[in-house]
C-alpha cells in the first residue's frame, strides 16, 4: 500500500514527480513524471503531459504520454494526445485519437 | 486498494507541486509543494513534507509543515510534528515533543477580548469629557450670549439678557463645584469673583 493514489474527489494542478506506482481516480492537470507504472482508473481523468515506464489508461487521458517500457489503453478508456513507447497495447472498445510512436 | 479506494495517499518517493483539492481524506508520505483546499482530514506522516498553504477540516501533522494551516475544525501537532506557520482552527492541539513556530489563532476568543477594553475606554472618554467640558461650557456661553444680545437689544427686550448675563456667571461655578475633576477651576473661579 506504498501506492499513491489521487482518490476520486481529488483535483491536482501542478506537477506529480516521484519514483513509484501512482494511481489516478479523480483529476490532475499538468504534468507527471514518474519511473514507475502510472494506472489512470475509470473514474480518472488527466489534463496533463505524463511520462512514465509504464501507463495502463481506463479513463480519461487528453495530453501526450512517454513510456519507457509500455502503455496500454484499456476498453471504455479515453485517450487524446500522443504516445511514444516500445509497446502499446490499444484494447477494443477503446477511444484514442493521436499519434503512435514506437520507435521503429 | 480497499482502504486506500476511500482516501487519497501521496506516497514517500512522490512530489506534487501545485495545487491539490477535494473532499476526501489525504495522507502525505511524501511531498507537497503549493496549495491543498478543502480535503477533509490532511494527515501528514513523519516522512511526509509539505510546503503548502493548507486549507483544511482536520490536519494532524506528524511530519514537516512549512506554511499555513486553516482548519474549520481541528489541527494536531504530534510529538514527531515540526511546523513553522500560523495556524487558524477552533481547535488546536500541540502535544508534547511537537515543535511549532508561529501564531495561533482559535477564533472564537477573539470576541471578548476585543469587547472587554472597549468598554473601559468608552467609560473612560465620557468622564474626562464631562469632568472637563462643564467648566468651559459654562464659561463660553455667557460669553456668547453677550455679544449676541447687545444687537439684539434694539429689536426686541433689551432687559433680559443683563440679569442673564449675571445669573448665569453665579450659576455656571455652582455646577463646577459640584464636579469632582474641576476642584482647581473651581478656586480660580472664586478668586475671580471676589476681585470682581
Same mark, same amino acid.
Request: charged share 25%.
Given at each position: 500500500?506504498?501506492? /499513491?493514489?489521487?482518490? !476520486? ?19 490532475? =492537470?499538468? =504534468? ?25 489508461? !481506463?479513463?480519461?487521458? /487528453?495530453?501526450?504520454? /512517454? ?16 504516445? =511514444? ?20 | ?11 514517500? $518517493? ?59 475544525? %481541528? ?39 476585543? $469587547? ?5 475606554? %468608552? ?7 464631562? $469632568? ?62 471676589? %476681585?470682581?
Amino acid at each position: 500500500m506504498a501506492n /499513491t493514489v489521487i482518490g !476520486s474527489s481529488i483535483v491536482i494542478d501542478g506537477e506529480i514527480t516521484g519514483d513509484e506506482d501512482l494511481v489516478v481516480q479523480g483529476t490532475v =492537470k499538468g =504534468k507527471i513524471q514518474l519511473k514507475e507504472s502510472l494506472y489512470v482508473e475509470a473514474s480518472g481523468v488527466l489534463e496533463a503531459d505524463v511520462e512514465t515506464q509504464n501507463a495502463e489508461v !481506463s479513463g480519461q487521458v /487528453t495530453g501526450n504520454v /512517454t513510456a519507457s517500457d509500455k502503455v496500454e489503453l484499456k476498453s471504455n478508456c479515453r485517450m487524446v494526445g500522443d504516445i =511514444k513507447a516500445p509497446r502499446i497495447l490499444i484494447a477494443d472498445g477503446a477511444s484514442f485519437k493521436g499519434n503512435v510512436d514506437m520507435d521503429v | 486498494m480497499v482502504d486506500t479506494a476511500q482516501s487519497t495517499v501521496v506516497g514517500p $518517493s512522490i512530489l506534487i507541486n501545485g495545487n491539490l483539492q477535494g473532499d476526501e481524506d489525504l495522507l502525505v508520505l511524501g511531498r507537497v509543494e503549493g496549495s491543498i483546499n478543502r480535503t477533509k482530514t490532511i494527515n501528514i506522516a513523519e516522512s511526509g513534507i509539505v510546503k503548502a498553504e493548507i486549507t483544511v477540516k482536520n490536519a494532524v501533522v506528524s511530519g514537516v509543515v512549512v506554511g499555513n494551516i486553516t482548519a474549520s475544525d %481541528s489541527v494536531e501537532i504530534t510529538e514527531a510534528g515540526r511546523m513553522v506557520g500560523d495556524i487558524r482552527a477552533p481547535r488546536v492541539i500541540i502535544v508534547d515533543g511537537a515543535r511549532f513556530r508561529g501564531a495561533v489563532d482559535m477564533g472564537d476568543l477573539e470576541a471578548p477580548r476585543a $469587547s472587554g477594553p472597549l468598554p473601559q475606554r %468608552s467609560a473612560d472618554r465620557p468622564a474626562l469629557v464631562n $469632568s472637563s467640558a462643564p467648566a468651559p461650557q459654562a464659561q463660553k456661553a455667557p460669553a456668547a450670549k453677550a455679544p449676541a444680545p447687545a444687537p439684539m437689544k434694539k429689536a426686541i427686550a433689551p432687559p433680559p439678557p443683563p440679569p442673564a448675563k449675571k445669573a448665569e456667571p453665579v450659576r455656571a461655578p455652582e455646577p463646577t463645584v459640584v464636579m469632582a475633576g474641576a476642584k482647581k477651576l473651581k478656586k480660580k473661579v472664586v478668586v475671580k469673583k471676589k %476681585s470682581d
